[in-house]
């Protein structure tokens, strides 16, 4: 207690003593003086009298019997195990959080693998396949790069006029190869080797601009059978897609989604040929495109 508790208990002793005060002072003044010799030697002169403070009464003693003693060691042996589960469970927490990001920065001084600068082109990659699988081949159709082929056809000889409805076209053909996974019963799963082969490739668009594309492996059930696939992502979406014939084997025809492309070039070279543009096709075509 302070001298300024003191004051006022001494200040409320002349109405405790002639039971003056509130209830609560009484209690108040009660407890003070228990332990506050100053204050109960004031209140000594007050009435010739100390009032003896409470005596704490003593806690009983428990029970030292074997069924006891067994109980309290049981509740302490549980208690040290739930400290250690919560330990190894906090230490695991924090390994598989932690062993991903170490991984990654493994991959992305090396090169190879699931980095933090292909998680964009990986995140695209299992879009597109989530909607193959769906059997939404339009919803996939607008995760493939297109941008970079309407570029080219451009660049070929076709017009703006002709390239009007490229998106259109572009979907168009892409959904008609991708049946082809539906008629051998579908793309019913899918996942990726997080050992595989995941290396930056860098294609110069022009001389200012360059755009880092990545190739993931996967592996992808259709019709109930595994077959190998590379997906080569940039941030534009999926560049191209192989299903490979080996090791695993497979009908040619799964590459049909790799092919929309050249399919597409076929049909606009139906569709607007003539003999002025004969040449120049060809000289395209020798080119390599």
């Avoid at 009298?49 to 109980?71: G, K, R």
């Avoid at 941008?147 to 076209?169: C, G, H, I, K, P």
């Avoid at 080797?193 to 592996?219: I, M, N, P, Q």
Wanted: glycine share 8%; with cysteine; aromatic share 12%.
């Amino acid at each position: 207690m302070t001298n300024k508790d003191c004051d006022i208990i001494q200040d409320l002793l002349p109405l405790y003593i002639d039971s003056c005060c509130h209830p609560g002072s009484r209690e108040l003044v009660e407890e003070h003086l228990k332990t506050c010799l100053a204050c109960q030697k004031v209140y000594g002169e007050m009435t010739g009298t100390i009032p003896a403070p409470e005596q704490p009464q003593p806690e009983p003693e428990e029970s030292s019997t074997p069924e006891v003693t067994e109980e309290k060691k049981g509740k302490s042996f549980r208690k040290g195990m739930k400290k250690i589960r919560r330990r190894w469970i906090t230490s695991l927490i924090v390994v598989v959080i932690l062993v991903p990001f170490v991984l990654m920065g493994v991959a992305q001084v090396t090169g190879d693998g699931l980095c933090y600068t292909n998680l964009h082109e990986f995140y695209l990659a299992n879009v597109f396949l989530g909607k193959m699988k769906a059997g939404d081949y339009e919803g996939a159709a607008q995760y493939i790069a297109r941008e970079d082929v309407r570029e080219r056809y451009l660049f070929s000889w076709f017009t703006q006029e002709e390239m009007a409805n490229f998106d259109q076209d572009a979907t168009d053909t892409f959904v008609a190869a991708a049946q082809g996974y539906t008629e051998m019963g579908g793309l019913s799963d899918y996942h990726f080797h997080w050992g595989g082969y995941a290396s930056a490739r860098v294609s110069a668009l022009d001389e200012e601009e360059k755009v880092a594309s990545y190739c993931f492996d996967f592996t992808v059930t259709i019709g109930g059978k595994d077959y190998r696939a590379v997906l080569e992502v940039s941030d534009d979406g999926v560049e191209d897609c192989w299903i490979y014939d080996n090791p695993m084997g497979g009908p040619q025809q799964l590459n049909a989604i790799n092919q929309w492309e050249y399919t597409l070039w076929d049909n606009y070279i139906a569709r607007y040929y003539d003999d002025a543009r004969k040449s120049q096709y060809e000289t395209f075509r020798r080119q390599g495109y």
